[in-house]
Nanobody
């Protein structure tokens, strides 16, 4: 069964850091582009970052550039989202999603598999 599971969310103070993990089972992540998305209450789900398959090219939403870093560990079949300098407006449920095979982009409506999400709350 193909599955993505996010972990690492929680409550953090403004300026703090969290690292989210996206672990895959049933398929090999390095053949897929992996996107991180987030959805805040009352808002649409938005793209945060994407790491392409093969080349590992990354891109980020303007709102997180310079603060968030996406990476993959193929040996662990896991993709990470390192989030630094967190702001209250980063509060949301964060989802990872996979698009394959050998995809290079992560369009929200074009992803093939989704995790169930992990909640990140940034508050003092």
């Amino acid at each position: 069964q193909l599955q993505l599971v996010e972990s690492g969310g929680g409550l953090v103070q403004p300026g703090g850091s969290l690292r989210l993990s996206c672990a895959a089972s049933g398929f090999t992540l390095d053949y897929f582009a992996i996107g991180w998305f987030r959805q805040a209450p009352g808002k649409e789900r938005e793209g945060v970052s994407c790491i392409s398959s093969s080349s590992g090219r990354t891109n980020y939403a303007d709102s997180v550039k310079g603060r968030f870093t996406v990476s993959r560990d193929n040996a662990k079949n896991t993709v990470y989202l390192q989030m630094n300098s967190l702001k209250p407006e980063d509060t949301a449920v964060y989802y990872c999603a996979a698009r394959g095979m050998y995809a290079s982009s992560c369009p929200r409506d074009g992803m093939d598999y989704w995790g169930k999400g992990t909640l990140v709350t940034v508050s003092s």
